[in-house]
């Protein structure tokens, strides 16, 4: 079923992953923040956004999400779910329960929550922290649960927003891992917005280059080389390549 807003259809329909946005444009008063943005992300497809601060990366993530509205075009997606750039964990409660919380609020009983939150905090390192509240976790420790907490909604489609941003280099890597091994078990639909661009290329099957605002797709390199349960060597000739091209892209974008 479909719903009009002024100009532009927004469905909501289930596509099994699938995302597909035509003509995306979206404006707060005289700023233009996307500008026609065209792009067709398959079901279980890990899709990178790499672009200046400011482009509209974030933006374009609340719109697959149905936080905002488009000013023109379309967007049809399935059920998505964002996880923004801070954790925005409950200090109220303890790990397990804040990834347990969509969980809950699907209507799940507490202690059938609980045993799959605690399942895949295991699976993501954090056996024996079940209990722990907020402030006795790590930032890497903290953007586990988080994750956690998001792949719990069941979402088909994951809307990540620079999840290992605030990260030290070797927190990151070790996230990057932990990431892919659990998108290798459980694929999801990915956009992943980054500033990174070897992360970019490390996670990605596709990574999509953005102007500065207006945000245009200026870019759209593909990965050849298949994604593995603990990721991609970023050192691999392939991998560096495409790291190559999109700062190649990005530059000309700004220049």
């Known amino acids: 079923m479909a719903t009009r807003v002024g100009a532009p259809v927004v469905e909501a329909r289930e596509l099994e992953g699938e995302v597909r946005l035509q003509g995306l444009t979206r404006r707060f008063g005289e700023v233009v923040a996307l500008q026609d943005v065209a792009l067709r992300i398959a079901p279980r497809e890990v899709v990178a956004v790499v672009g200046p601060s400011g482009c509209g990366k974030s933006t374009l993530l609340e719109l697959v999400c149905g936080l905002q509205e488009p000013s023109d075009g379309t967007v049809h997606a399935g059920r998505a779910v964002l996880m923004p750039q801070r954790d925005l964990l409950l200090p109220w409660l303890d790990a397990r329960d804040n990834a347990a919380l969509p969980l809950r609020l699907a209507g799940t009983n507490k202690s059938d929550a609980r045993a799959q939150a605690h399942a895949l905090l295991t699976e993501l390192g954090l056996d024996g ?37 605030a990260l030290d280099a070797i927190t990151r890597a070790d996230a990057q891992t932990w990431l892919s091994a659990i998108l290798h078990r459980t694929p999801r639909t990915v956009l992943l917005v980054t500033h990174d661009v070897e992360e970019a290329a490390v996670l990605a099957d596709r990574v999509l280059v953005l102007s500065p605002r207006p945000g245009r797709i200026v870019a759209d390199l593909a990965v050849d080389l298949p994604r593995t349960a603990t990721g991609r060597d970023p050192t691999d000739a392939r991998v560096v390549a495409v790291r190559a091209r999109a700062l190649e892209a990005l530059r000309g974008a700004m220049a």
């Open 129 to 165: 922290f079940e209990a722990s509240r907020t402030w006795e976790l790590s930032g890497g420790m903290r953007q586990r649960v988080a994750v956690a907490r998001t792949l719990l909604s069941g979402a088909p489609i994951l809307c990540l927003d620079e999840p290992f941003g």
